[in-house]
């Protein structure tokens, strides 16, 4: 009997309020929310702390260099992993390209971190080797800090994503490009 029942009433209204046709109201504040980084996104993000903190517990220099710079290629991948879409030209795709070759084309903002850590790549190299002096205590504390640093921004671009309203869509009205207002900004003045 309930399936006739439900056959006889088959559009139900809800007795809540309607949702908005417009969308969201325009004056709203932007709220930080989790976005939603790929499983293998924060994979890496927690292999990276994981070395992070190991390399801070070493007291060997080249092993902390070297260990401290392996999260910071863990942090770069991360990004890749979020944002990287694959490569559609064969030539691209047979080319093998370093990490901090790529962010830059992914992550714009990190050109300069990518820069910063691509030039310790070979001492890491030879630190890895366990080339006696590769890397100094100083160049070992330096880069924990900086990639400390780099993995705490990297985080809040990928985990911290303001959720900003949508601007309305309007069929019939002229492409006006959102104002402070529909970013979730102060009204204009006029």
């Known amino acids: 009997m309930a399936n006739s029942s439900a056959a006889a009433h088959p559009r139900r209204r809800a007795t809540g309020p309607a949702p908005s046709l417009t969308g969201p109201a325009g004056d709203v504040h ?4 989790r976005a939603t980084a790929p499983p293998a996104a924060l994979d890496l993000l927690a292999k990276a702390h994981a070395g992070l903190d190991e390399a801070a517990t070493l007291h060997t220099p080249n092993e902390r260099y070297a260990t401290a710079h392996l ?3 863990r942090t770069a991948a991360a990004v890749l992993a979020a944002r990287a879409r694959p490569e559609t030209s064969p030539r ?4 093998i390209r370093s990490a901090w070759e790529v962010l830059p084309e992914i992550a714009p903002e990190l050109t300069e971190w990518s820069a910063l850590f691509a030039s310790g790549a070979a001492r890491r190299a030879r630190a890895e080797a366990g080339i006696q002096g590769a890397a100094r205590q100083r160049d070992a504390d330096d880069l924990v800090r900086d990639v400390a640093m780099f993995l705490r921004i990297v985080e809040r671009m990928l ?9 309305r869509q309007d069929t019939g009205g002229a492409g006006v490009p959102p104002g402070p207002r529909a970013r979730g900004g102060l009204p204009d003045a006029g």
């Open 30 to 33: 932007p709220v930080l929310r």
């Open 71 to 73: 999260a910071a290629l």
């Open 92 to 95: 691209r795709r047979a080319r």
């Open 159 to 167: 985990l911290l994503q303001p959720v900003l309203p949508q601007p």
